[in-house]
């Protein structure tokens, strides 16, 4: 046993890679692009992001915000990664994507203790430790293995990302550049003043503005357009994380409207008035030339994107770079099947990181290779000096419940009949005894315990 094995190359197995290379361990990591590729993924790269460029909030009063701190200190290797790649997105951390994933990729590609073998791994080596870090798109083959290793059925959900288009098609007539509420338009301030204002200002989004007319001629395209069929999947079961626009439409006519197309902070420049509604596209590479439109992740045809996408004002000439996608994601029932390492309870050797354990995000998934890569250590150091597992439950890393990266894992290990894919949240820490009204206050100590928790930790 001389090396540890992760099968996957993308968020969790590059870290979980990482962080194990980092300790002196061999790796062999098997990834199976480019020889073939899943129905999301296009590029050869390791880390590809297929969905949103966006990492969320950076802000340690938001939940994600908070973890990706915590791995910051923690000493995560993808998270500064993230941060050397960004891209302007006001208070979030929005990458290049291609930047991203070839930078990790750099990184792996160069770590003396990292052999990358690009194949697919069908079946799960038993006299190995193992990380299977295969994402939410597993392969057929490996998880009909997956599913006799871990005795129980496969849980299903979709997932769906949104188009991108060239920042040169945009209308700039009708687009402005600005961020919701610093470019809203104080009371009694001159609209010359204001535009002056908002042009020093250094903006992160591109916003489309659309009145009532525009806006309900759009929607009722936008419910009544052909989508793709679904028949072929075995479930139909949609995460509220990643809804396509044409479902969340279909809930009411103003639902989109207190959604992704929220007026609320903005002034169109045209009228000097909040718009009826806003469509935002935020900047998706460094070179700022492509802009996905936020919020729109869809399962319409093609067809159907370009011709409902045309109507909103500012797009009518928009050059497509990629359509909007909707794809099957799979999880394993980790609250009956991991413990809070990851690691399999009737397998020990076995560990599980990234969406495929029920985490749902880009920073969980990072989360939980960490986890994953740094317990696999503890558990190849007791292996090689032949120690039971009793001195693995001394030595693992287990972190605070009152951190969100030790409140995720808790979250997947935990027996819960209604298990679904989670973020991160402050919903899963345990609340404080005194009531506080004022959620950013009461954010914010949530953020100074786990900071204080997390200063504690020795890795």
């Excluded at 061999?26 to 992001?49: G, R, T």
């Excluded at 990851?342 to 989360?367: C, D, H, L, R, W």
Aim: hydrophobic letters at 35%; proline letters at 3%; glycine letters at 6%.
């Amino acid at each position: 046993m001389d090396e540890i094995i992760v099968i996957g190359g993308g968020l969790a197995g590059s870290e979980a890679a990482l962080q194990i290379a980092k300790r002196g361990i061999k790796v062999k990591l098997y990834e199976m692009k480019p020889n073939k590729f899943s129905d999301a993924h296009s590029n050869e790269n390791l880390a590809e992001i297929v969905c949103s460029n966006s990492f969320k909030s950076n802000l340690l009063t938001n939940a994600c915000g908070l973890l990706k701190e915590e791995l910051r200190l923690l000493g995560s290797c993808l998270i500064p990664i993230a941060d050397s790649v960004s891209v302007p997105a006001g208070q979030a951390l929005a990458v290049d994507r291609e930047k991203f994933s070839e930078e990790v990729t750099k990184q792996i590609n160069n770590n003396e203790y990292i052999e990358v073998i690009r194949e697919e791994i069908t079946e799960i080596p038993k006299d190995k430790i193992v990380i299977i870090a295969t994402g939410p798109l597993t392969s057929e083959k490996l998880s009909k293995e997956i599913s006799d290793i871990t005795g129980d059925d496969k849980l299903f959900f979709y997932d769906a990302a949104a188009p991108i288009v060239e920042k040169d098609s945009i209308n700039m007539k009708i687009g402005f550049f600005g961020d919701r509420y610093e470019e809203e338009r104080e009371k009694d301030e001159d609209i010359e003043d204001w535009k002056k204002r908002i042009e020093k200002q250094k903006a992160s989004y591109i916003n489309l503005p659309m009145n009532k007319e525009e806006y309900e001629k759009f929607y009722e395209e936008l419910i009544n357009a052909e989508v793709v069929n679904l028949h072929s999947f075995e479930k139909r079961e949609i995460f509220e994380g990643c809804m396509p626009i044409e479902i969340m439409a279909k809930r009411g006519i103003d639902t989109l409207r207190f959604g992704p197309l929220k007026p609320v902070g903005f002034t169109d420049p045209r009228t000097g008035y909040r718009p009826y509604a806003v469509v935002q596209l935020r900047q998706d590479n460094l070179a700022g030339n492509i802009y996905n439109i936020v919020g729109f992740q869809t399962n319409l045809k093609y067809g159907e994107q370009k011709r409902v996408f045309f109507l909103i004002p500012g797009l009518e000439k928009a050059n497509f770079v990629k359509y909007g996608v909707m794809h099957r994601n799979t999880y394993i029932n980790s609250t009956k099947i991991l413990d809070n390492t990851y690691n399999m309870k009737k397998n020990p050797n076995i560990y599980f990181a990234g969406q495929i354990t029920g985490v749902e995000g880009y920073v969980e998934s990072i989360s939980s290779g960490f986890i994953a890569g740094i317990n696999a250590v503890e558990r190849y150091k007791i292996n090689m000096q032949n120690l039971d597992n009793r001195e693995y439950e001394k030595r693992k890393k287990v972190f605070s419940e009152k951190t969100i990266i030790g409140a995720l894992t808790k979250y997947i290990s935990t027996d819960n009949s209604k298990f679904q894919p989670m973020n991160a949240n402050f919903g899963i820490v345990p609340q404080l005894e005194e009531r506080i009204k004022d959620k950013k206050k009461k954010y914010q100590i949530f953020a100074d315990r786990s900071i204080e928790e997390i200063r504690k930790v020795v890795i």
